[in-house]
């Protein structure tokens, strides 16, 4: 199953005493993860962090996977973060589950944002991921920027006449002189960010 | 209260999350939260927050992932209110 996830939250935009309650964090968070906060050095992280931290993987997990279950729907609480590791540079990995379905997480957290990418390895080389800047936060200058961000990468890797469409579904469609290149692609927006994943893996296949 | 009055006090709840409000005020039960309304779905557990206050009930978890469409979280919230009533 090769799809693609990603999610970005712009944390000046979270409001952090509403986060750090119980009746909105226990919404978004399972007891168990809620009991992996404790794990020593993530606990220096501040929770507020943590919880959208934890948001950002279950929403990359939920995109990857809806692109071959279209009926899903998002629900947090029941897609499961079981391990968490820090790595330098204040990146985080570890794994996700739903149902039977084991995922991978990358993230990035800064001041201004959290970043993920999921994957169904733990192998990021053929991930391509990036996160910009844009000056309007508008809902459609946000998604009509995050997908010329995109298509400006593809287009280095694959060049000719590249377009965006949106399944019925709601994930995006990489189409190349009209027909679809079967590479998936995952989209986000939050206030003045934007970013992208694709993963290469399915060209990889196409070509075996 | 009817289904009407929910609605109609629904889109006090979704207004602050909503950039729209020509679509807002436009709203049917068949309305999706966000792709019809653009709602980002980081604001979906506030609005499940904003209307636990707003109608006084308490939403589970089972319920709360129902609650996509305005048709469904109308179906939510007069349940809840008939289970507290």
């Not at chain 2, 207004?15 to 729209?20: G, I, K, L, S, W």
Request: charged share 25%; glycine share 2%.
């Amino acid at each position: 199953m090769i799809s693609t996830g990603n999610d970005i939250v712009a944390l000046r935009s979270i409001n952090k005493q509403r986060t750090c309650e119980y009746r909105f964090y226990s919404k978004i968070l399972s007891a168990s993860e809620q009991a992996l906060y404790q794990q020593p050095q993530l606990n220096e992280l501040p929770f507020e962090h943590y919880v959208w931290l934890l948001w950002s993987v279950k929403e990359s997990a939920f995109k990857y996977l809806k692109r071959y279950n279209q009926q899903l729907v998002f629900s947090p609480i029941s897609i499961n973060t079981t391990t968490i590791d820090i790595l330098p540079d204040q990146h985080y990995c570890g794994e996700v589950h739903f149902n039977s379905n084991k995922l991978f997480f990358n993230s990035i957290i800064n001041n201004d944002w959290i970043s993920t990418v999921v994957n169904n390895a733990d192998d990021f080389e053929n991930v391509f991921s990036d996160v910009h800047v844009i000056n309007d936060k508008g809902y459609y200058d946000q998604s009509t920027a995050v997908r010329k961000f995109a298509l400006e990468k593809l287009n280095t890797l694959f060049p000719g006449e590249l377009r965006l469409e949106k399944h019925l579904a709601g994930y995006p469609i990489l189409i190349k002189d009209d027909e679809d290149t079967k590479i998936p692609v995952s989209l986000a927006h939050d206030g003045h960010y934007i970013s992208y994943s694709f993963n290469l893996n399915a060209v990889k296949l196409q070509v075996n | 209260m009817d289904r009407k009055t929910i609605l109609s006090e629904l889109k006090k709840v979704l207004a602050p999350y909503t950039e729209n409000k020509e679509l807002l005020n436009g709203i049917t039960e068949e309305t999706d939260l966000i792709k019809d309304l653009k709602i980002n779905s980081a604001n979906l557990v506030d609005i499940i927050i904003d209307a636990e206050s707003a109608y006084n009930i308490e939403i589970d978890f089972d319920s709360a992932e129902k609650m996509y469409l305005v048709g469904n979280c109308i179906d939510v919230i007069m349940d809840k209110m008939n289970q507290s009533a």
